[in-house]
């Protein structure tokens, strides 16, 4: 989608704003119907005046008029220090003044999102750097603390608002959040994490799950046994053995050959073998085998063994790779126009879990970054414009 231009805005608001004649009207709403930036750009004013008239109205109590009057109304007390400023004027006028001091302090407190602490986790043992970028960083790379293997970044934001952002691994190798849920990829098909939470709930902390400290309590518990006990080493190679069977079964159904599905099922147990669990990875085979069948279910395997030999634990490095499959399919679904639809298929084949995964010179990262430093300054531009439209509905109101 190309940005709007200021010319191209100002008409979306006047159209908002029923500032438009009705040819203007006709003429402004067959563009937008051709318009997907438009559109987007048209929801937004309307869900931001949305949020606008839900700001509730502070009412004055019933009687403060009285007991303002009926203090006006009681002899006045001249003292010498007042004067003649000790008068019932000059009161109300005080008191007006006080008045709108203590109105104009509250709306400046609670307009004013508080900001929360959020930590960034990944566990990367065998990675040599871990950094992050993103709006919160200026998009320049910011060094993440290291400490068995989990590597931890925290930094304030302010919530009710979206953050991109991505991790750099080794200095070369752009991912994505593989514990964030939300995820987007630009037109150059990259792709970015997004952060978006409440405070009050939690919702986009970082933290290490229960799930999480299980799985890695039952890697160290099954080394253990099985050097103690060779038997129920063997004995554990059975349900890898049911998975990648019914992997098998999958492959062969979604209609590849039987040398692919043997060559499938060959990565996906050296997977298994560096940490892969049997859940991620039915979901990455699974989800790459409805878009693109074998050879893009190839390539997801490919970009996970490729991000474990740069230092990423294994289950992470296959939810970063179903993540990305599972974010270029939602964007082809909601894809707006026919071109977008087969941009995202074809660079999904090209670029999104390709076999020769793109490892970034110092120049190509730099230049990376800066692309997206512009592009979020512009967000930010359009969220100041926003901000003043939404100021003047609420003037408006009052």
Known sequence: MEPLTEQQEKGIEAYWEGRLSPEERTRLEKWLESSASGR???????KMAGKAKAVPRLEPPADLADRVMEKLAAP??????LGTWATPRWGLALLLVLLVSIGFFYHQATSQAPSAEVTLNLHAPGAKSVEVAGDFTGWKPAPLASRDGWWRFKVKLTPDRDYQYAFI???????????????????????????SFDPKDGQGMKKISATEKARRSGKVLATFFSILLPTA???????????????????????????????LVEKAGKLEEEGLTDATLEALVGESL??????????ALDRTGFLVAQGLDAEEAGKVALKEVETTRKQKEKALDQDMAQT??????EHATTSKPLVLTQKEMAEKL???????????????????IQNDSLEQHK
């Open 40 to 46: 987007d750009y048209l929801r937004f004013l309307e």
């Open 76 to 81: 006045p007390n001249r003292s010498r220090l």
């Open 169 to 195: 691994l080794n200095g070369n190798v752009l991912i994505l959040d593989p514990h964030q849920p939300q995820a987007v990829r630009d037109r150059r098909g990259d792709f970015y994490s997004v952060l």
């Open 233 to 263: 080493a063997l004995a554990d190679t059975a349900p890898v053995a049911t998975a990648l069977s019914h992997l098998q079964q999958k492959a062969e159904k979604a209609g590849l050959s039987a040398s692919q599905s043997k060559a």
């Open 290 to 299: 409805s878009l693109g069948k074998g050879k893009l279910a190839q390539k």
């Open 344 to 349: 995202l298929a074809s660079g999904l084949k």
């Open 370 to 388: 800066e692309q997206k430093r512009e592009e979020w300054e512009e967000r930010s531009e359009n969220q100041k414009r926003i901000q003043a």
